[in-house]
């Protein structure tokens, strides 16, 4: 059976989106659902709730350390990462964006191809070889 430590549980259960981590829990008064509109709704949403793609990376990896590199823990990671292989097949193919809204996780925001994305999620594969 799959167990998760309880900062694990933590950042899984309070931010973790399939497409990234968002910076601030949706219960928190200052969180931001939706990046978008003039320039000063998207600044002040920018860091408050918005869904990051590029700490994945680090979230996986620790993951996976804190569990000793299980074959649980690997097969538990890939299933997540099957979600971010559909997203690399939309707008710009191979890539993942920049962020993406924190209460709706589904439409990217942001740089569309956005590099530290995409090497992180890398990271991650190649640890899991």
Same mark, same amino acid.
């Given at each position: 059976?799959?167990?998760?430590?309880?900062?694990?549980?933590?950042?899984?259960?309070?931010? #973790?989106?399939?497409?990234?981590?968002?910076?601030? &829990?949706?219960?928190?008064?200052?969180?931001?659902?939706?990046?978008?509109?003039?320039?000063?709704?998207?600044?002040? &949403?920018?860091?408050?709730?918005?869904?990051?793609?590029?700490?994945?990376? +680090? #979230?996986?990896?620790?993951?996976?350390?804190?569990?000793?590199?299980?074959? /649980?823990?690997?097969?538990? $990671?890939?299933?997540?990462? +099957?979600?971010?292989? &559909? +997203?690399?097949?939309?707008? =710009? $193919?191979?890539?993942?964006? /920049? $962020? #993406?809204?924190?209460?709706?996780?589904?439409?990217?925001?942001? =740089?569309? +191809?956005?590099?530290?994305?995409?090497?992180?999620?890398?990271?991650?594969?190649? &640890?899991? /070889?």
């Amino acid at each position: 059976e799959f167990k998760i430590s309880t900062q694990d549980e933590t950042v899984f259960e309070k931010l #973790y989106t399939p497409y990234g981590l968002r910076t601030l &829990a949706m219960e928190d008064e200052q969180f931001h659902p939706f990046y978008g509109g003039e320039m000063m709704e998207r600044d002040l &949403a920018y860091h408050q709730g918005t869904v990051w793609t590029f700490p994945l990376g +680090a #979230y996986y990896l620790a993951s996976l350390k804190v569990h000793d590199n299980s074959s /649980e823990e690997k097969q538990h $990671i890939r299933e997540q990462l +099957a979600v971010l292989e &559909a +997203a690399m097949r939309e707008g =710009c $193919i191979g890539q993942l964006p /920049e $962020i #993406y809204d924190g209460a709706n996780p589904t439409s990217s925001r942001g =740089c569309f +191809a956005q590099a530290w994305s995409v090497g992180e999620i890398l990271r991650v594969y190649e &640890a899991l /070889e």
